[in-house]
């Protein structure tokens, strides 16, 4: 295991809440499936039961806390130093939770009948489960970093390839757009072309670096009004934003890639235009935003436009990558109508 060139590493958030619920829980289950697999003792299961569930947790949560004050100095590390040093800390936390555990209960009952074994056999058998139990958790948190890095390798292509392919049309007709806007109105030639500038600066940003909604939107708006040149009346924008600064952190060219279908695919395709409805709602556990556009109804005798989603999938791939969950793009089409919700998570537990 070698640290990737993004520096990055494969250990995931130990002083989460989430983390440890999964730690919690996982306890439990191993106590349910140590009760069951160990054979028949002078000692009831529901003894035996609350006992493991006792070791479990105490183990479990004490590597976890152990791990949490060490994550700073062990991020740094190598791959293979970083699991090597969690590894030799939980086998150590469980041998000496086992040990206290041992002197602690040997007073008040036989530990050596509930467990079936004498002290020197407890230890090993502890040892045991927690070095199988803790091997498959790290090379899981291993190869799950593997797979998100493999996803953001390809978001990243996608994003690069977005990137190279604005479309000839859009560039031939801003220009175009421009040269009649030159004479007639030379105050909004010249929005125009800075609105252009800003859109092809943005094209060129790093896959890598996050924008804030509020750039995103300024971005978009930019957009709209260099379509708006060219679209007149036929073109509609309902921006709906709530109050405040909206400083939600996403990746770049989220939301005008979307924007830029709702008119190539809706709007320029109806002859008497419609309205693009820009929806945007803060609530405590993240942002949610919506885009709709009316669409062709699948009139008879009239060619649609049917593109390839290579905007849509690289929007849905790269907000999968950024905030560590899937299902953050949902489509909802109806006959005339069409809509795209994203669902931006205030924080990313993960990351």
């Not at 100095?73 to 090597?84: M, Q, R």
């Not at 070095?131 to 493999?150: K, N």
């Not at 957009?223 to 036929?234: F, K, P, S, T, V």
Request: aromatic share 8%; proline share 5%.
């Amino acid at each position: 295991m070698s640290r990737s060139a993004t520096g990055a590493s494969f250990l995931p958030e130990f002083c989460g809440s989430r983390m440890a619920f999964v730690v919690v829980l996982l306890a439990q289950l191993l106590a349910i499936v140590l009760t069951l697999s160990t054979p028949g003792t002078r000692v009831s299961e529901f003894d035996r039961l609350a006992l493991y569930s006792v070791m479990s947790l105490w183990i479990g949560l004490l590597c976890l806390g152990t791990l949490c004050l060490l994550r700073r100095h062990v991020e740094a590390l190598p791959d293979h130093l970083a699991a090597t040093a969690c590894y030799a800390t939980t086998l150590a936390v469980t041998l000496a939770v086992s040990e206290v555990a041992w002197q602690l209960t040997v007073g008040w009952f036989t530990l050596a009948d509930s467990v079936g074994t004498n002290h020197a056999g407890f230890l090993l058998r502890c040892l045991g489960i927690s070095a199988i139990a803790w091997a498959l958790a790290l090379r899981y948190f291993y190869v799950r970093q593997q797979w998100r890095r493999r996803v953001e390798s390809e978001a990243d292509a996608r994003f690069a390839a977005l990137q190279a392919r604005i479309r000839p049309h859009f560039l031939f007709n801003c220009m175009n757009t421009i040269a009649g806007l030159t004479r007639q109105a030379p105050a909004l030639a010249e929005q125009a072309v800075v609105d252009l500038s800003d859109l092809l600066r943005a094209s060129l940003h790093s896959a890598g670096q996050p924008v804030t909604l509020a750039e995103e939107i300024a971005l978009c708006r930019g957009y709209l009004r260099i379509e708006q040149h060219r679209l007149g009346e036929r073109l509609k924008v309902d921006w709906q934003l709530p109050p405040g600064n909206l400083g939600q952190r996403l990746p770049a060219l989220t939301l005008q890639p979307l924007l830029e279908n709702a008119v190539y695919h809706g709007i320029e395709l109806l002859p008497q235009g419609g309205t693009v409805t820009i929806n945007c709602v803060v609530a405590p556990d993240g942002t949610t935003i919506t885009l709709s556009n009316p669409v062709l109804a699948g009139e008879p005798g009239i060619t649609q436009r049917h593109g390839h989603n290579m905007a849509r999938e690289n929007v849905a791939q790269r907000l999968a990558a950024f905030f560590g969950r899937d299902g953050l793009l949902k489509i909802h089409e109806q006959p005339g109508h069409y809509s795209i919700e994203l669902l931006l998570p205030d924080e990313n537990p993960d990351r």
